[in-house]
């Protein structure tokens, strides 16, 4: 029984339900998070220096002028009143002086929650950018996802069909790419929303993949902030009438192509990422696909994921998963690798976007698209 009828008490609303151990546990490491945060801003040879205590102090003082100067003012004023001359405090100042200190607390509160708002339609529109369902191919399972770090994410994936090209015996392309571009949040979420409105432009035409990537690189080049701002991307082309796999791994993760035998490849011809020479050449791989065949692709968030003790999840692991996944279906694989790496990272903070993509051939026949 609540405080106000019935539902959850204040206690369980307060905490979400966790317990006092897992709440201590979130306060630690949302701390250190805070605080590495703010000393990498800080990260000067003398800052390095000082001893731990001197660091707080120098983080708060920073903290102290990002304020806006009517409330550096108010703080100040604030801070005299309930810490000023004991002997000559008076029970009414510090109770003025308190109510500063939550006025100053509410005032950016509002602003994070302004800010928390557009971020989160940020996000909704984000999430229109990617496919919610695979494209209906017969013959293939595919699954994807993308998990964010922060509100908005770097990673882009997607996967559509692409029409027959002129003169070409073939029939449809699937196009399916994972990329990642450099940096988290709302920069890096701007950059990919230009990424996936220049892929779908682009890919509009009938040019072959190796002409795609080059003008992606181009206009990655021309908005990247001198290469600052680079795109690292697995895009491939699976003519569904054939099952070729043409690819261009462009500075990304090497994917795994777990044959039907047990077999490992790792796909990676290509060239370096996207946005850091416009005048880049890129190679690309060809591969043929048979029924059984399992293809992983994902980004950096996935395997650098970090346990308590800094210790990374790393390919080897991953790899070791999609061995022992055999048999399951594409959204069951993806499943099973998210709740492996969760497992080891447990309550650490995330600091990377993590993106996956998983792609199955269930049957030999030539596929065709469905509706």
């Not at 206690?11 to 201590?24: I, K, S």
């Not at 009517?70 to 001359?85: E, K, N, T």
């Not at 994917?255 to 060239?271: A, C, N, Q, S």
């Amino acid at each position: 029984m609540g405080w106000f009828g019935k539902g959850p008490s204040l206690w369980q609303r307060m905490t979400d339900g966790l317990a006092l151990g897992e709440l201590w546990s979130r306060f630690r490491s949302e701390t250190r998070a805070s605080y590495s945060l703010y000393a990498k801003r800080m990260d000067s040879e003398s800052f390095r220096r000082l001893p731990g205590w001197r660091k707080v102090g120098r983080i708060a003082i920073a903290l102290f002028w990002q304020l806006s100067a009517p409330r550096r003012i108010a703080l100040l004023v604030a801070l005299l009143v309930v810490f000023g001359d004991a002997q000559r405090r008076e029970e009414g100042q510090i109770v003025i002086g308190s109510l500063l200190l939550l006025l100053l607390l509410g005032l950016e509160l509002a602003d994070r929650l302004t800010m928390k708002r557009d971020l989160e339609i940020a996000r909704e529109i984000q999430g229109w950018l990617v496919p919610k369902t695979p494209p209906r191919v017969q013959g293939l399972d595919m699954a994807f996802i993308t998990r964010p770090a922060n509100t908005v994410s770097g990673d882009y994936y997607d996967a559509f069909l692409r029409p027959a090209r002129r003169g070409s015996s073939t029939g449809q392309h699937l196009l399916v790419v994972v990329a990642d571009v450099a940096g988290k949040s709302v920069p890096a979420a701007l950059l990919m929303a230009t990424f996936q409105a220049s892929l779908h432009s682009l890919a509009a035409d009938d040019r072959p993949l190796p002409e795609l990537i080059v003008r992606l690189n181009r206009y990655a080049s021309a908005h990247s902030f001198g290469g600052l701002r680079f795109t690292t991307a697995f895009m491939a082309e699976l003519e569904l009438d054939t099952r070729t796999l043409t690819y261009v791994n462009a500075g990304h993760n090497a994917p795994f192509l777990m044959r039907t035998g047990g077999d490992i490849e790792r796909l990676v011809t290509g060239g370096v990422p996207l946005g850091i020479d416009p005048v880049a050449l890129y190679e690309s791989g060809k591969v043929s696909l048979h029924a059984g065949d399992r293809l992983v692709v994902f980004s950096d968030g996935v395997v650098e994921s970090q346990n308590r003790r800094e210790e990374e999840y790393g390919e080897e692991r991953l790899l070791g998963l999609v061995r022992a996944t055999a048999g399951l279906s594409a959204q069951g694989e993806l499943n099973r690798i998210l709740e492996s790496v969760d497992e080891f990272v447990g309550n650490a903070p995330r600091y990377d976007d993590t993106t996956l993509l998983v792609l199955h051939l269930v049957e030999t026949r030539p596929a065709r698209a469905g509706a």
